[in-house]
C-alpha cells in the first residue's frame, strides 16, 4: 500500500547518507543555531536539500518539514518530516553515531518511517501495519521485564535549557535501571528500542527527531507515549520510547 512512498524514502536517504560519508574526508563549515553548542554544517543543508528535491520530483505538492527550515507544499493530505542529519555534535567530531531520518504523515497519521545510518550501513523502516525492519529483517522491541534490568537511553538539549530537568531525570532512572546510555542521536537511539538494542529511551525532541523512530517502535510492537503515559503526540516534544513494561517505569520515574 505504502511501496512508493517508502520507496522514494529509502533512495532519498541512501542519497544523504552518502553525502555524508563523503563531508567526513573534509574539513567541515560549522556555524551555530540556537545556542553554542547547537551545531550545523553545509551536510546537513545539502542533505536536506537532496531529500527534499527527491521527494517534490516525485510527489509534487507534497508538503515538508525539514530541520533546517525547508518548507512547502499545498497538499494537507501528506507531509514529510525530516532530519537530513541527526546528531550533528557526533558529526563534526567524527563520532560514528548519526543518521538520516525521514517520516511520512498521511491525515496526521505517520506512514512511513525510514532512519539509515551510513556508518555501519544499517537501514531501517517501517510502514504502518507492515512491521519493522532493519536491512529486510523484521525486527522486535526487547523482552525486558523492567528496569531493573534494561539498558536505557536518552539526550540532552541542544539549547541547554532544560538540563537541570534532564539531570534529575537521570538520577533517579540511573539508581533503578541495568545501565543508561547518552549517544546523541534520537533517531537512532529510537531505532535501537525497537531493534531491542535498547529497552526504553525517554527525551524533549521535535517532531523531525521523533517521526521515523516512534513508527518504527509501534510496528516493532513496542509502546511510545509522553513523559506521564498518555497517547504520544508528534508535535507535543515529549517521547517516551519502549518494550511496554520499562516505559512504564520511566514514565513513574519522570512523574517522581
Same mark, same amino acid.
Given at each position: 500500500?505504502?511501496?512508493?512512498? @517508502?520507496?522514494?524514502?529509502?533512495?532519498?536517504?541512501?542519497?544523504?547518507?552518502?553525502?555524508?560519508?563523503?563531508?567526513?574526508?573534509?574539513?567541515? $563549515?560549522?556555524e551555530t543555531k540556537r545556542s553554542p553548542i547547537d551545531f550545523v554544517t553545509e !551536510?546537513?543543508?545539502?542533505?536536506?536539500?537532496?531529500?527534499?528535491?527527491?521527494?517534490?520530483?516525485?510527489? +509534487?505538492? $507534497?508538503?515538508?518539514?525539514?530541520?533546517? #527550515?525547508?518548507?512547502?507544499?499545498?497538499? /494537507?493530505?501528506?507531509?514529510?518530516? %525530516?532530519? +537530513?542529519?541527526?546528531?550533528?555534535?557526533?558529526?563534526? $567530531? $567524527?563520532? /560514528?553515531? &548519526?543518521? !538520516?531520518?525521514?517520516?511520512? =504523515?498521511?491525515?496526521?497519521?505517520?506512514?512511513?518511517?525510514?532512519?539509515?545510518?551510513?556508518?555501519?550501513?544499517?537501514?531501517?523502516?517501517?510502514?504502518?501495519?507492515?512491521?519493522?525492519? @532493519?536491512?529486510?529483517? +523484521?525486527?522486535?522491541?526487547?523482552?525486558? +521485564?523492567?528496569?531493573?534490568?534494561?539498558? !536505557?537511553?536518552?539526550? &540532552? /538539549?541542544?539549547?541547554?535549557?532544560?538540563?537541570?530537568? %534532564?539531570?534529575?531525570?537521570w538520577e533517579k532512572i540511573s539508581l533503578r535501571c541495568h545501565g543508561i546510555r547518552?549517544?546523541?542521536?534520537?533517531?537512532?537511539?529510537?531505532?535501537? %528500542?525497537?531493534?531491542?538494542?535498547?529497552?526504553?529511551?525517554?527525551?524533549?525532541l521535535n517532531a523531525w527527531d521523533m517521526a521515523a523512530g516512534a513508527l518504527l517502535?509501534? =510496528?516493532?510492537? #513496542? !509502546?511510545?507515549?509522553?513523559?506521564?503515559?498518555?497517547?504520544?503526540?508528534?508535535?507535543?516534544?515529549?517521547?517516551?520510547?519502549?518494550?511496554? /513494561?520499562?516505559?512504564? =517505569?520511566? %514514565? =513513574?520515574?519522570?512523574?517522581?
Amino acid at each position: 500500500m505504502y511501496e512508493e512512498f @517508502l520507496r522514494v524514502a529509502i533512495q532519498a536517504a541512501h542519497a544523504a547518507g552518502k553525502l555524508q560519508l563523503e563531508g567526513l574526508e573534509r574539513e567541515l $563549515h560549522i556555524e551555530t543555531k540556537r545556542s553554542p553548542i547547537d551545531f550545523v554544517t553545509e !551536510v546537513d543543508r545539502a542533505c536536506e536539500v537532496e531529500v527534499a528535491r527527491q521527494i517534490e520530483e516525485n510527489f +509534487p505538492g $507534497h508538503q515538508f518539514l525539514g530541520e533546517e #527550515g525547508t518548507t512547502g507544499g499545498n497538499n /494537507p493530505d501528506y507531509r514529510w518530516i %525530516v532530519d +537530513p542529519l541527526d546528531g550533528t555534535t557526533n558529526y563534526t $567530531h $567524527h563520532y /560514528p553515531h &548519526f543518521c !538520516v531520518s525521514i517520516g511520512l =504523515e498521511y491525515q496526521s497519521q505517520l506512514i512511513v518511517g525510514v532512519v539509515y545510518d551510513a556508518v555501519r550501513n544499517e537501514f531501517f523502516s517501517a510502514t504502518a501495519g507492515g512491521g519493522a525492519f @532493519l536491512n529486510d529483517r +523484521p525486527i522486535r522491541v526487547s523482552t525486558a +521485564p523492567s528496569l531493573a534490568k534494561a539498558l !536505557v537511553c536518552t539526550g &540532552f /538539549p541542544g539549547d541547554q535549557a532544560g538540563n537541570q530537568q %534532564v539531570l534529575t531525570a537521570w538520577e533517579k532512572i540511573s539508581l533503578r535501571c541495568h545501565g543508561i546510555r547518552r549517544d546523541g542521536s534520537a533517531a537512532l537511539d529510537l531505532c535501537y %528500542v525497537a531493534a531491542g538494542r535498547l529497552d526504553g529511551f525517554w527525551e524533549r525532541l521535535n517532531a523531525w527527531d521523533m517521526a521515523a523512530g516512534a513508527l518504527l517502535i509501534r =510496528e516493532a510492537g #513496542g !509502546v511510545v507515549t509522553n513523559f506521564v503515559g498518555q497517547e504520544f503526540e508528534l508535535y507535543k516534544r515529549e517521547i517516551v520510547a519502549s518494550n511496554g /513494561p520499562v516505559g512504564a =517505569e520511566l %514514565v =513513574e520515574c519522570l512523574g517522581a
